[in-house]
């Protein structure tokens, strides 16, 4: 049974630090303590052909789990959209820290097949590579945009196609201030390409920031809740404009309201 079920999820009020927290107050060492060891697990499955859509469900609960140790609370809302939106999706979203990637799959894989779009770096890395590739992740080299504009229009549309959807972050670098500006409409030309409706989604992830030398290391503020939420799906993008803005009016008010800052 799906850790995380409709219409939403809220670690529970009397959620303490777990006990090595308690008494070794080095939170940061305690949150990558518990989820190294998940993330090498995620890469021997898929090394051995097994980490399928369930599998990266779980090590994403496992990963909710150790940011709930650390004494941090998790909100998430909109569940249902996922459940009750027929079909293969686009879920679009803001970009805050890398927590999102191995969250998010704990709130859709449960309901729907999905992928993610992720840089060409990534995909290449030792500990997430494989992993990316069992997930059929597209990649982009944000080298040259015209090239990833077409690569992720075509491998999306033939994802979509065939019922699996796709996870796009349309503003690329992670960033804890939400710029409207580069806030691109990748998601919404490929949702109109493939006829298929967005999930608009919003993120509050800076309970993990960048780090200074290893950015995907960096601190951790267990004093900062980790929010998501998915928004009504927006069903006719014909009007790619209309369907942009719609996107950008979820995830800004979202954010606003979280206390996170809009700019340009």
Not at 73 to 86: A, L, S
Not at 104 to 117: D, N, Q, W
Request: proline share 7%; glycine share 8%.
């Amino acid at each position: 049974m799906p850790l995380l079920n409709p219409p939403a999820y809220h670690t529970a009020e009397t959620n303490r630090p777990g006990l090595a927290c308690r008494l070794f107050p080095w939170v940061r060492f305690h949150f990558y303590r518990k989820t190294i060891p998940v993330l090498l697990h995620g890469r021997r499955q898929a090394v051995r052909g097994e980490f399928d859509d369930q599998a990266f469900a779980g090590r994403a609960e496992d990963i909710l789990q150790a940011v709930e140790y650390c004494g941090t609370k998790v909100h998430v809302t909109g569940i249902e959209h996922i459940v009750d939106t027929p079909g293969a999706v686009v879920f679009v979203g803001n970009h805050m820290s890398m927590l999102e990637t191995f969250l998010l799959p704990a709130a859709i894989l449960p309901y729907k097949t999905a992928g993610f779009v992720l840089k060409e770096s990534l995909a290449r890395n030792w500990l997430m590579g494989p992993v990316s590739r069992a997930q059929e992740a597209i990649t982009v080299g944000r080298e040259n945009p015209r090239d990833d504009l077409a690569n992720v229009l075509r491998d999306g549309a033939e994802r979509l196609e065939r019922g699996r959807s796709v996870i796009i972050f349309p503003q690329g670098t992670r960033s804890a201030d939400f710029p409207v500006s580069r806030f691109n409409s990748l998601g919404v030309k490929l949702a109109r390409r493939a006829n298929v409706p967005i999930i608009p989604f919003a993120l509050k992830t800076d309970f993990l920031e960048n780090g200074r030398w290893l950015k995907d290391l960096g601190p951790v503020f267990p004093d900062r809740d980790v929010h998501m939420a998915f928004g009504p799906p927006i069903l006719d993008c014909a009007d790619q404009r209309a369907a942009q803005e719609r996107c950008l009016g979820f995830v800004c008010s979202t954010l606003q309201g979280w206390g996170v800052r809009c700019v340009d």
